[in-house]
């Protein structure tokens, strides 16, 4: 499996000539994220990890294409029917030859007065999780940690990885940060990575992997 950072909280997998897509929302500024792919997975609805107008383009462009993700974004993509699959915790299904599971339900406090959106992490072939915006603790050797957000503060980004412990994990959602806030992430990241002699580093948009 090769796995490639876009921007802001989406990646693409590819493998065996096969392709699944996680989160191209209005951050992630690459025209062809989802160009050649079989199937979107959507951990939420927020604007940064869904892209409604883009994700309808690309519907009809690939009559292939199938979009996976909770029931609020289901809702909000009603209009194209069954191309849009809605999944929750404890469901799984395979997809362009990738196992999926889902776990996770809610999204992180944003505010005290507001009540979580739905959220689903995405564990693909029991290898690479995707948690959305959340804190989700799977035992997946590589997870996608959120790296900043108007939700977490750095000791949270910290504790999680230690409760996950993964032996590679690589930082999503850091699309809001300037230089020298990539840089400050960057720090953290290979930090704790020594501490738990593992891989924590950012990849840079369009810097791939293999898995």
């Known amino acids: 499996m090769q796995l490639t950072k876009l921007g802001h909280s989406c990646v693409r997998l590819r493998k065996d000539d096969r392709t699944l897509v996680i989160d191209p929302g ?19 609805e927020h604007f ?29 993509l009603s209009d194209v029917g069954d191309r849009v ?25 944003v505010h005290p007065d507001v009540p979580p959106v739905e959220n689903v992490g995405f564990l693909i072939d029991e ?9 989700t603790v799977v035992r997946a050797p590589t997870l996608l940690v959120p790296g900043q957000a108007p939700w977490m503060k750095a000791p949270e980004m910290i504790q999680y990885l230690r409760e ?7 930082a999503v959602h850091d699309g809001l940060l300037n ?6 992430l960057e720090s953290q990241l ?6 738990q002699d593992a891989e924590f580093r950012r990849l840079k948009p369009g810097e791939s992997v293999p898995l």
Do not use: M, N, W
């Open 85 to 109: 699959r809605t999944v929750g915790e404890g469901d799984a299904f395979t997809v362009a030859g990738f196992d999926v599971a889902v776990v996770g339900q809610k999204h992180e406090i």
């Open 179 to 184: 230089d020298a806030g990539l840089g400050l």
């Open 190 to 195: 290979s930090g704790e990575g020594k501490r």
């Open 164 to 170: 996950v412990s993964p032996r590679r994990a690589y």
């Open 48 to 76: 940064d990890h869904l892209e409604a107008e883009r994700l309808r383009r690309a519907l009809v462009e690939d009559p292939r294409l199938t979009v996976y993700t909770c029931r609020a974004v289901a809702d909000i």
């Open 127 to 135: 290898e690479v999780f995707h948690p959305g915006d959340a804190f």
């Open 26 to 44: 209005g951050l992630t500024p690459e025209d062809d994220a989802i160009t050649g792919a079989e199937a979107v997975l959507i951990t939420h």
